[in-house]
């Protein structure tokens, strides 16, 4: 008999929800419409491959996770910004490559589920801070990005007191990273006086401005579903390991 895959925390979040709505009936109907729930149901439908670190999308995330510096370096070094573009579009295309095989291959693990956002928040960062000090885009921008992370971290203490440590990725967070992947390297490119530098500028401060509205707007989504989260499972109370007594010699 093959031994069951471990739970995905998004499974864990979904018993759980449904034993909380065991436990008060009344909440039943309130969790049947919830877009938490619905959210959590669509996450548990991929399957987990256990604790495996050794995976062939995993190794695309470390290598997204190196060219950062190599980016950072070209922006800011030698200001070789086509160099720079061709980093982030090799970025690009391993994002969607990591997330290709996983599928194909049925290679899921916990440490890709860290790594694939964690790249993509490095990246929107290290890119918009190198614009940023390069003065191509102003630092208002460089700083509502950051600013909603901070209210995402402010959600954590909420979450983990009902034992969990994040909400399921929605689609308007993946849209957001979507457009800000996109809006960076066309401004990078936007500087200058040539037509091909007035479309990458147009272009560029479309996605710009999509992506941070909807970054934020994810950013409420998650705030408010933490809110109903909270309000309908109890506090989980901390689980205490019994001490073996030892006899002395």
Same mark, same amino acid.
């Given at each position: 008999?093959?031994?069951?895959?471990?739970?995905?925390?998004?499974?864990?979040?979904?018993?759980?929800?449904?034993? !909380?709505?065991?436990?008060?009936?009344?909440?039943?109907?309130?969790?049947? @419409?919830?877009?938490?729930?619905?959210?959590?149901?669509e996450s548990v439908t991929q399957?987990?491959?256990?604790?495996?670190? =050794?995976?062939?999308?995993?190794?695309?995330?470390?290598?997204?996770?190196?060219?950062?510096?190599?980016?950072?370096?070209?922006?800011?070094?030698?200001?070789?910004?086509?160099?720079?573009?061709?980093?982030?579009?090799?970025?690009?295309?391993?994002?969607?490559?990591?997330?290709?095989?996983?599928?194909?291959?049925?290679?899921?693990?916990?440490?890709?589920?860290?790594?694939?956002?964690?790249?993509? @928040?490095?990246?929107?960062?290290?890119?918009?801070?190198?614009?940023?000090?390069?003065?191509?885009?102003?630092? =208002?921008?460089?700083?509502?990005?950051?600013?909603?992370?901070?209210?995402?971290? !402010?959600?954590?203490?909420?979450?983990?007191?009902?034992?969990?440590?994040?909400?399921?990725?929605?689609?308007?967070?993946?849209?957001?990273?979507?457009?800000?992947?996109?809006?960076?390297? $066309? $401004?990078?490119?936007?500087?200058?006086?040539?037509?091909?530098?007035?479309?990458?500028?147009?272009?560029?401060?479309?996605?710009?401005?999509?992506?941070?509205?909807?970054?934020?707007?994810?950013?409420?989504?998650?705030?408010?579903?933490?809110?109903?989260?909270v309000r309908m499972m109890p506090?989980?109370?901390?689980?205490?390991?019994?001490?073996?007594?030892?006899?002395?010699?």
């Amino acid at each position: 008999m093959r031994p069951s895959p471990p739970d995905l925390p998004g499974a864990r979040l979904a018993r759980a929800l449904a034993d !909380g709505a065991r436990a008060r009936p009344s909440l039943a109907p309130s969790l049947a @419409r919830s877009p938490t729930v619905r959210a959590v149901q669509e996450s548990v439908t991929q399957p987990s491959s256990a604790d495996r670190v =050794w995976t062939v999308p995993n190794a695309l995330s470390v290598l997204r996770l190196g060219g950062i510096a190599l980016f950072l370096w070209l922006v800011l070094g030698p200001e070789q910004d086509e160099a720079a573009f061709a980093v982030l579009v090799v970025s690009g295309a391993t994002d969607w490559l990591d997330g290709y095989l996983a599928r194909r291959l049925g290679q899921y693990s916990r440490l890709g589920e860290l790594l694939d956002p964690l790249a993509d @928040r490095l990246y929107i960062f290290a890119v918009v801070l190198g614009l940023a000090l390069r003065h191509i885009v102003p630092w =208002w921008v460089a700083l509502l990005l950051p600013l909603r992370d901070v209210l995402l971290w !402010g959600l954590v203490p909420f979450l983990r007191s009902r034992g969990y440590r994040a909400l399921p990725v929605h689609f308007l967070g993946k849209a957001a990273t979507f457009n800000l992947l996109y809006a960076f390297p $066309l $401004l990078l490119l936007a500087h200058g006086d040539g037509v091909l530098s007035m479309l990458c500028r147009v272009l560029g401060w479309s996605f710009a401005i999509w992506g941070i509205g909807l970054y934020w707007w994810a950013g409420i989504l998650y705030a408010l579903q933490t809110r109903q989260l909270v309000r309908m499972m109890p506090p989980q109370r901390p689980t205490r390991r019994p001490v073996s007594s030892r006899r002395g010699r």
